[in-house]
């Protein structure tokens, strides 16, 4: 079939938004309906399901013990400690409706939702790493957030096979490195930007294959240059030295003559590497990637932000990857993951269709709170063959009322506006998202038992640490 370009008005913001030829393919390929909303509205819908960095004190309503949870205390659902909703305690089919044709099936998955359990925090296979949240394959972390394959590494946010790093962000395959984002295969880095494959080096940006470096920006494959300007190997180690870069006062002074000293120089115009016929920023090693935002090793993906280590063919995704393919209108899927529709965190699971929290299951339809589940609708178990029968009756209703690709209502989000990770993207304030019909948390965090130490206790040099 031919198609065409169409323009529409979103039905939130009201702004025109274009689909694509391309793109009606994919609806047709996944057999949903055309969206209603534009990319920017769809994003910001799906972002309210998802807390990152809002940590709070919580007992857990299973073991009844204190814990650690992106949901407040003062959220009424029941919300289980990582231990206890991973564990067989948690029956999700206990939580089981039978499907009423004569309801609104997302009448009836909101039923479900607000009773079924949720973890408190999302991670798998940690090893002494409690303090997580959507992170996998973790050994010996503490605080890192939407990370995966990584050891030894504390404060960090999106990062990805590295060791060894503190205060770290977008960074893969990096190792004992403090205060670097958007780097790649790099080794003991600090202070830098944008940089790939550079060694032992302070305050780079945008630098490649560069060793013993420090305060320099653009460079390629160069030895001992300071501000850009070559140096002798001794020369250099007494110049390195002479900016006391072990004290916080030498920092910071350094950090000054840094930022004047890039000022005029020239910048790339979007971080882009080996990018075939792509649009977006953040890319590198990406294939007709349209619209896509902090992707790497990915092709055909479209409208998407964290699409990255063999992501295929996924559109209107906010994080989809370690081989996830042909995912629409989803967040926070990957490990395997295939044909995921208007899901969230349903990692190692193929075949989904609006579930949310439900790991390592296949052929389940509005789920919630199910692990391993296999021909569930709204958490029931059925024959293969009603699962089947069923699922296609739900559906046609589903386009018969013009919302099958649509995904949940903003009402079912279980989050503040501002806990959410929204906030990074679509900022509002209190009365503009309430004027919206979004919720607000007015829950403040704390710190208990360890509280932080006052600066002027801190020696200014790290050496002299007790």
Sequence with gaps: MAYIVENKICQNCKKYFTI??????????????????????????????????FLYKRVCDNCK????????????????????????????????????????????????????PKPALVHMNSVNSEYLNHTADTKNCYMIMESSNNENCTNCYWIQLSKDLTDCSFT??????YEVDDCYDCHSLRWSKGCYNCLDSFFLLDCRGCTSC???????????????KPYTKEEYEKKLKSFKLDTYSGVESFKKEFADFIKDK????????????????YMKNVRNNKHCFHSYDAEDNAYSIHV???????????????TAELI??????????????????????????????????????GCAGLIQGSYCILNKQYTKEEYEKLRVEIIEKMKKEGIYGEFFPKEFAPLGYN??????????????????????????RGTFGKETIDWKNFPDSILKLP
């Design 20 to 53: 694509e030829p391309n793109d009606f393919g994919f609806y047709e390929k996944m057999g949903v309906l055309p969206p209603k909303l534009c990319p920017e509205c769809r994003s910001q819908l799906r972002l309210i399901f998802r807390n990152e960095r």
């Design 266 to 281: 020239p910048r790339k115009f979007a971080e882009i590497t080996n990018a075939v016929n792509s649009t977006g920023n």
């Design 172 to 177: 893969n395959q990096v190792e004992l490195s």
């Design 308 to 322: 990255w280590r063999e992501a295929k063919n996924c559109m209107d995704c906010n994080t989809a990857g370690r």
């Design 328 to 365: 629409y209108n989803s967040l926070n899927i990957g490990m395997q993951c295939a044909n995921v529709i208007c899901s969230y965190y349903c990692w190692e699971s193929n075949f989904m269709e609006y579930c949310l929290n439900c790991p390592n299951s296949n052929n389940c339809f």
């Design 214 to 228: 420090l305060g320099c920006i653009n460079l390629r494959e160069q030895k001992y240059h300071i501000f850009n």
């Design 419 to 444: 806990e959410s990770s929204v906030m990074d993207e679509f900022p509002l304030n209190k009365e503009e998202a309430l004027k919206q019909g979004f919720k607000w948390e007015d829950t403040s």
């Design 65 to 116: 013990k204190n814990t650690i949870s992106m949901f407040s205390a003062n959220k009424t659902y029941p919300v289980w400690c990582h231990k206890c909703w991973r564990s067989d305690d948690l029956q999700g089919k206990d939580y089981a409706l039978e499907y009423n044709p004569k309801k609104s099936f997302f009448e009836q998955f909101n039923e479900l939702w607000q009773k079924v």
